[in-house]
T-cell receptor, first 115, second 112 residues
Framework: GAVVSQHPSWVICKSGTSVKIECRSL??????MFWYRQFPKQSLMLMAT?????????EQGVEKDKFLINHASLTLSTLTVTSAHPEDSSFYIC???????????FGQGTRLTVV | GENVEQHPSTLSVQEGDSAVIKCTYS??????FPWYKQELGKRPQLIID?????GEKKDQRIAVTLNKTAKHFSLHITETQPEDSAVYFC???????????FGSGTQVVVTP
């Protein structure tokens, strides 16, 4: 299968600071990337969908000014959690899909802890 | 939008027995139904998927069935092994869009 790499795998930051998470498709061009959030022992909640070169589409209830998504190239999307607070602590995971493919491949996830 | 419900939330089975997980979906436009296995702290891995033009699909010990009329689909694992222990998620979406809504997950524990 295709490889999607997410970085960092874990990060601890202070309340009020911003954190950037990268999602890269290593061996295919990802026309669409998806960002999910997963709380412990819970399901994956879709936050937003991003297509290369265009603005992300956010799911209802997700603050677009707080969770900034950029998909500037066919191999890289970034999620920036701005002014992070302890309630933003979670497991963030991306998936990427190439043109003409149905299956989306997941990154390994980023565990964010805001202290 | 799509809403996916998954049952049971936990499932304990003896090694060698079968495990069945059931999901329902709400959006009749959904035509793609993947199942993912997620081990603790790791990424979800696609184990099998089915499209709405097929009623059943099998891959070795894993099978998925789909009832479009009733809007439900199920995962069947036969001859379970300890390494099958994980959280399993169903999902539903429209394959041309790629966006998936996930079920709440089922923690499967296979005891030797």
């Amino acid at each position: 299968g295709a490889v999607v790499s997410q970085h960092p795998s874990w990060v601890i930051c202070k309340s009020g600071t911003s954190v950037k998470i990268e999602c890269r498709s290593l061996d295919f061009q990802a026309t669409t990337m998806f960002w999910y959030r997963q709380f412990p022992k819970q399901s994956l909640m879709l936050m937003a969908t991003s297509n290369e070169g265009s603005k992300a589409t956010y799911e209802q209830g997700v603050e677009k000014d707080k969770f900034l998504i950029n998909h500037a190239s066919l191999t890289l999307s970034t999620l920036t959690v701005t002014s992070a607070h302890p309630e933003d602590s979670s497991f963030y995971i991306c998936s990427a899909r190439g043109a003409g493919h149905t299956e989306a491949f997941f990154g390994q996830g980023t565990r964010l802890t805001v202290v | 939008g799509e809403n996916v419900e998954q049952h049971p939330s936990t499932l304990s089975v003896q090694e060698g027995d079968s495990a069945v997980i059931k999901c329902t979906y709400s959006d009749s436009a959904s035509n793609y139904f993947p199942w993912y296995k997620q081990e603790l702290g790791k990424r979800p891995q696609l184990i099998i998927d089915i499209r709405s033009n097929v009623g059943e699909k099998k891959d070795q010990r894993i099978a998925v069935t789909l009832n479009k009329t009733a809007k439900h689909f199920s995962l069947h694992i036969t001859e379970t092994q300890p390494e099958d222990s994980a959280v399993y998620f169903c999902a539903a979406g429209i394959d041309s869009w790629g966006k998936l809504q996930f079920g709440s997950g089922t923690q499967v524990v296979v005891t030797p």
